[in-house]
T-cell receptor, first 115, second 114 residues
């Protein structure tokens, strides 16, 4: 069964638009961690945020915000006033105790921000 | 500067040839990982190592081999048994193989078959 689902394969927006990237996860553990990474065209994955399963507070960092809802098993990522430099592939990931604490990645969402 | 380095950036393999991708980290991390990324797809785990001199197969280990003789190094060999090796390979590390630890990634190696 797929553990992390990013249903949006590609999203295209115009600069300054807000955009939300969806992430739905599946786990039987009560303690787990969720992550978002950004992969720019250069290829290296850049860590953006980590959230544990007991902390449902929304987080805001500049133009980035994250909405974690355990009731719907979702950890969505919103970029406000998008910029061309936000163009990248974004990955959501889950770390759970089963299977040796491995990190499971979603398939990624490719975001195009047009000027 | 602390970080993860991967070399080479691009690697070309001839049929029947084994090639080795290098991954080095100076973050003093215990755990290291190798992922394969195909165009338009997510990351698939090849091998991982939670501690020196120990490693486990991931989801797609066939045709690959690794070693972990030093804490800072986790080289990946793509053997001739791997029939479709063209992909982007990412190495990652984290402090320990525990739940809360974040994985940090190297810049990747793009492997192409001639």
């Amino acid at each position: 069964a797929q553990k992390v689902t990013q249903a949006q394969t590609e999203i295209s927006v115009v600069e300054k638009e807000d955009v939300t990237l969806d992430c739905v996860y599946e786990t039987r553990d009560t303690t787990y961690y969720l992550f978002w990474y950004k992969q720019p065209p250069s290829g290296e994955l850049v860590f953006l945020i980590r959230r544990n399963s007991f902390d449902e507070q929304n987080e805001i960092s500049g133009r980035y915000s994250w909405n974690f809802q355990k009731s719907t098993s979702s950890f969505n990522f919103t970029i406000t006033a998008s910029q061309v430099v936000d163009s990248a592939v974004y990955f959501c990931a889950l770390s759970e105790a089963r299977g040796g604490f491995k990190t499971i990645f979603g398939a990624g969402t490719r975001l195009f921000v047009k000027a | 500067d602390g970080g993860i380095t991967q070399s080479p950036k691009y690697l070309f393999r001839k049929e029947g040839q084994n090639v080795t991708l290098s991954c080095e980290q100076n973050l003093n991390h215990d755990a290291m990982y190798w992922y394969r990324q195909d165009p338009g797809q997510g990351l698939r785990l090849i091998y991982y190592s939670q501690i020196v001199n120990d490693f486990q197969k991931g989801d797609i280990a066939e045709g690959y081999s690794v070693s972990r003789e030093k804490k800072e190094s986790f080289p990946l060999t793509v053997t001739s048994a791997q029939k479709n090796p063209t992909a982007f390979y990412l190495c990652a590390s984290r402090g320990s193989a525990t739940l809360q630890e974040t994985q940090y990634f190297g810049p990747g190696t793009r492997l192409l078959v001639l």
